[in-house]
């Protein structure tokens, strides 16, 4: 059973910074699909960015120009460094592997708020 663990969430205000962090308790350089997700109060849970094993990167429209992905294999790691927070980034963000099978963390509450 793979374990996907995510810290770094918080209160932030508008204009600040977070570091989210996603833990895998498996080796994760073979893994092709890593990406984090979020899911709004009353919305649907929507992809934030994804990054491949070659280190290939998409982000959603929203976050593009403020948030970056990246994965660290050694550590078994995979960030999201979120610039110019807004309060519509206020979400739980979920980190998501594909790795055999769909595997997901538990969440990390993200508020962005005066």
């Known amino acids: 059973q793979v374990q996907l663990v995510e810290s770094g969430g918080g209160l932030v205000q508008p204009g600040g910074s977070l570091r989210l962090t996603c833990t895998v308790s498996r080796a994760i350089f073979s893994i092709n699909a890593m990406a984090w997700y979020r899911r709004a109060p009353g919305k649907e849970r929507e992809l934030v960015a994804g990054?491949?094993?070659?280190?290939?990167?998409n982000y959603a429209d929203s976050v593009k120009g403020r948030f970056t992905i990246s994965r660290d294999n050694a550590k078994n790691k995979v960030y999201l460094q979120m610039n110019n927070l807004i309060p519509d980034d206020t979400a739980v963000y979920y980190c998501?592997?594909?790795?055999?099978?769909?595997?997901w963390g538990q969440g990390t509450q993200v508020t962005v708020s005066s």
């Open positions: 998501y592997i594909r790795g055999g099978s769909d595997y």
């Open positions: 990054i491949t094993s070659g280190g290939s990167t």
